[in-house]
């Protein structure tokens, strides 16, 4: 609905936006704002259909974003947390190149569920090394993985577009419940819930628009 010269000034002036107020929250913020911009445009404009690079840049898109709101408050290990996010997107970019056409997905339903199952070890080593100190935390991220694990390997059986959409649907909502797993480890409980409530106007945005 709009031609390419719109969408290169609307894309400019949005990623300029994000610099512009990155700068302005200090000079840490703006400096990790840098390369993520890179991977911005690295994923849309050159190697989002690659089968491996694509989900590794999608994940420093992750990576990257994470880092910069925490490097405001910077603590000891605060550049390791945002791995959590970014090895969860890794695995999730590798199940959505199959969304569109579904069928045998062997090696993406693997990356996936290997990538998911990661994020729990990943968790429970930062958490050896005191960097999350919260104690029942790693469980929380146990549960987190071994749930989403399970809704990804029943397309091994059921493996239709709808049905890879749907599980994709379910994925990328869950970027929520693995902040508050993430949360649970630093914070008393009611931050948890208080991020548990984004629920809410998440399920409403995805009745707006289709989030894969």
Same mark, same amino acid.
């Given at each position: 609905?709009?031609?390419?010269?719109?969408?290169?000034?609307?894309?400019?002036?949005?990623?300029?936006?994000?610099?512009?107020?990155?700068?302005?929250?200090?000079?840490?913020?703006?400096?990790?704002?840098?390369?993520?911009?890179?991977?911005?445009?690295?994923?849309?404009?050159?190697?989002?259909?690659?089968?491996?690079?694509?989900?590794?840049?999608?994940?420093?898109?992750?990576?990257?974003?994470?880092?910069?709101?925490?490097?405001?408050?910077?603590?000891?290990?605060?550049?390791?947390?945002?791995?959590?996010?970014?090895?969860?997107?890794?695995?999730?970019?590798?199940?959505?190149?199959?969304?569109?056409?579904?069928?045998?997905?062997?090696?993406?339903?693997?990356?996936?569920?290997? !990538?998911? $199952?990661?994020?729990? /070890?990943? *968790?429970?080593? &930062?958490? @050896? +090394?005191?960097?999350? #100190?919260?104690? %029942?935390?790693?469980?929380?991220?146990?549960?987190?993985?071994?749930?989403?694990?399970?809704?990804?390997?029943?397309?091994?059986?059921?493996?239709?577009?709808?049905?890879?959409?749907?599980?994709?649907?379910?994925?990328?909502?869950?970027?929520?419940?693995?902040?508050?797993?993430? !949360?649970? $480890?630093?914070?008393? /409980?009611? *931050?948890?819930? &208080?991020? @548990? +409530?984004?629920?809410? #106007?998440?399920? %409403?945005?995805?009745?707006?628009?289709?989030?894969?």
């Amino acid at each position: 609905r709009i031609t390419k010269r719109e969408a290169l000034f609307i894309g400019i002036g949005l990623i300029g936006s994000g610099a512009f107020f990155a700068f302005l929250a200090g000079s840490a913020p703006f400096l990790i704002s840098l390369p993520l911009i890179i991977s911005i445009l690295l994923y849309d404009g050159a190697v989002k259909d690659f089968p491996v690079i694509g989900p590794l840049i999608m994940a420093s898109c992750r990576y990257f974003n994470f880092m910069m709101g925490l490097s405001i408050g910077a603590f000891e290990g605060w550049q390791f947390i945002p791995l959590i996010t970014g090895v969860y997107i890794f695995g999730v970019t590798i199940l959505s190149q199959k969304e569109v056409q579904g069928g045998k997905a062997l090696w993406h339903l693997a990356g996936c569920s290997l !990538a998911i $199952g990661a994020v729990s /070890l990943l *968790y429970y080593l &930062l958490w @050896l +090394l005191q960097i999350i #100190p919260g104690a %029942l935390a790693p469980l929380a991220a146990i549960i987190f993985s071994m749930v989403l694990a399970d809704r990804i390997l029943s397309l091994l059986t059921r493996s239709t577009p709808g049905d890879f959409q749907k599980t994709m649907k379910q994925l990328l909502l869950s970027i929520i419940l693995l902040d508050t797993v993430i !949360a649970s $480890g630093f914070a008393p /409980l009611y *931050y948890s819930v &208080l991020i @548990l +409530l984004l629920y809410f #106007p998440a399920f %409403l945005s995805v009745r707006l628009f289709k989030v894969t």
